[in-house]
């Protein structure tokens, strides 16, 4: 495999509204961005990934885009955006924008010329179709839980798709002429300086050649509209409109790309991240996936440490020999991952969150974190329904309440599943608001900010914070670099509940061993220690002859002779 420059790099995900606020407008800001790249070049991250940070409506909180080369006022300027660039760069760090082109914002201009003229030029940048029988042309059911076609203003029995929100219409990839402006404007963002980006939702570009009905799958009679993926007319248009973005945007540029890519078949891997793949990496979901269900989050299976180990053993061994995956425990569409993985009782123990970092960090791959994920953040408690900002939590409720769930229950359900767990103020300090903003913050602080901030952690030698530096230095540390970045892969004692242990191989034998229980593990281990190269506890590890005894939630990691 060809060695690139982004390979030994490290990721951190800012959703900015929820970054750092410098204006006092309780809202967070690119210059507060900037006044935080010290603390993030410490940290020792390198490739910074903003998500959206266009202008839009925020019906999907950025995701809906009405002007893709511009900036949103709320979060700053162009110049602000540009004098980011600058002092990331400045810093030996990269700056990766969110690529959203499977839709756009009905207030885009391209969808406002398609709503006055649907079968105008425009109207052929979306996806326009006549109802059947006065209902709907097909019965998908979206992504964030209602029907994807909603009637085009003013006409009579027209439609418009859209997987997302309402506010979020489909873009139509099959036309020449859309493909252009998009490729017109990934290229206008790489030449401005910007490293990569990160690719949303871009699987559902490939749409299947007609629109037809699938058996309902819950009580609405619609159908998940991710049967659509596997139709192979779409699968044929997806390889053929990713291989023209890629030739005609990354590739010339030499960008850094991360797709958002779920359920990916193994032997289609090699597609998207091999050496001739249409991205230059891709996120790892397996474990984000594990335990969900078709029919919503009241029906889902929350995942255990053991269960979270073998998604990723499982994903490191599909990947070896074909390409990068980036490795991640949360993002700002998931319950933050502390909350999600660690069995209750345990999600706020720092011992437990350094246990489950090593694992991430360690793995072969891209670490990329998420803002807050390095402090140990956790989710926040919901006392309402009327407490939820996020549109798909909304939908997620309907669901409970559809399939007889009393409200209680479903509070409870969607509490912990909510994309708002991840979406709460950075905490940065104990001082009012967490440090966050000056004003009043446009979404409640988690109140244990108190206790878990950056600020009490820098000081803190044990502290979560600290244990990820160290994590994030042992991988660039000369000595282990080339062994974490490049060596292979090899898991060991998978037959023991609770125990993620793996080899790392190149020039030097590295064993992991991460302790994911409250119960101590005697191991037999596989040879002689030449040295201990990482240690969660304060105290040594207890060596017997040929044996370990790992501590509850310990993690180690050995230098083998």
């Excluded at 019965?139 to 029995?157: K, Q, T």
Aim: glycine letters at 8%; proline letters at 7%.
């Amino acid at each position: 495999m060809q060695r690139q420059w982004w390979q030994a790099s490290v990721g951190y995900q800012i959703w900015p509204k929820s970054f750092n606020d410098s204006n006092g407008d309780g809202m967070g800001d690119i210059p507060g961005i900037l006044e935080k790249l010290d603390y993030l070049q410490q940290l020792g991250v390198d490739l910074l990934w903003l998500s959206p940070i266009y202008p839009s409506p925020l019906a999907d909180e950025g995701y809906d885009i009405s002007d893709y080369c511009g900036v949103d006022p709320r979060f700053g300027t162009m110049a602000d955006l540009e004098r980011l660039i600058s002092e990331t760069k400045r810093r030996g760090m990269r700056l990766l924008l969110d690529l959203v082109v499977n839709h756009c914002s009905d207030e885009h201009p391209w969808f406002q010329k398609a709503l006055a003229d649907p079968e105008g030029p425009y109207g052929q940048y979306f996806y326009f179709r006549r109802g059947k029988n006065g209902a709907p042309p097909c019965n998908w059911r979206g992504y964030f839980g209602a029907g994807v076609w909603s009637p085009v203003p003013g006409r009579a029995d027209l439609y418009y798709l859209h997987l997302f929100h309402e506010k979020q219409p489909d873009l139509n990839w099959s036309n020449p002429a859309l493909r252009r402006e998009i490729y017109q404007m990934v290229n206008w963002w790489l030449d401005k300086g910007i490293a990569g980006f990160r690719v949303d939702a871009i699987v559902n570009i490939g749409k299947p050649d007609s629109f037809r009905d699938y058996p309902a799958d819950r009580p609405d009679g619609l159908a998940d509209c991710c049967n659509m993926l596997a139709e192979p007319s779409a699968k044929a248009h997806l390889a053929e409109y990713l291989t023209e973005l890629r030739d005609n945007t990354f590739r010339p540029h030499g960008a850094f790309t991360v797709g958002e890519v779920f359920d990916t078949d193994p032997a289609e891997l090699a597609a998207f991240i091999g050496p001739d793949g249409y991205f230059s990496s891709m996120f790892d979901f397996a474990a984000t996936c594990c335990g969900k269900s078709p029919k919503g989050w009241w029906a889902a299976r929350r995942p255990s440490p053991t269960d979270y180990r073998d998604c990723c053993f499982s994903s490191q061994k599909a990947a070896q020999g074909v390409g990068f995956l980036s490795n991640v425990i949360e993002n700002h569409d998931e319950p933050r991952g502390a909350s999600h993985y660690l069995p209750l009782g345990f999600e706020e123990q720092p011992r437990a969150q350094k246990a489950l970092a090593a694992v991430t960090l360690l793995l072969r791959g891209l670490p990329f974190l998420y803002q807050g994920q390095e402090l140990g953040m956790t989710n926040k408690p919901f006392a309402s329904i009327h407490e939820v900002d996020d549109v798909n939590t909304k939908g997620e409720y309907a669901a409970c309440l559809a399939a007889g769930l009393r409200a209680d229950d479903a509070l409870e359900v969607i509490a912990h599943y909510s994309r708002d767990n991840a979406r709460t103020p950075v905490q940065w300090s104990a001082q009012a608001n967490a440090g966050f903003t000056a004003g009043t913050p446009w979404m409640p602080v988690n109140l244990r900010y108190r206790s878990v901030n950056a600020e009490a952690q820098q000081a803190d030698p044990a502290s979560v914070l600290n244990f990820y530096k160290k994590l994030i230095s042992l991988r660039k540390d000369p000595a282990y670099k080339e062994t974490l970045v490049w060596g292979d892969f090899e898991p060991l004692y998978t037959e023991r509940e609770g125990l993620a242990a793996f080899w790392r191989r190149a020039d030097k034998k590295l064993l992991v061993l991460s302790n994911l229980s409250d119960e101590a593990m005697l191991l037999p281990l596989p040879g002689p220690v030449r040295a201990v190269v990482l240690n969660s506890r304060q105290l040594p590890p207890e060596l017997e002859q040929q044996a370990l005894i790992l501590a509850p939630w310990q993690a180690l990691v050995l230098e083998m002779e």
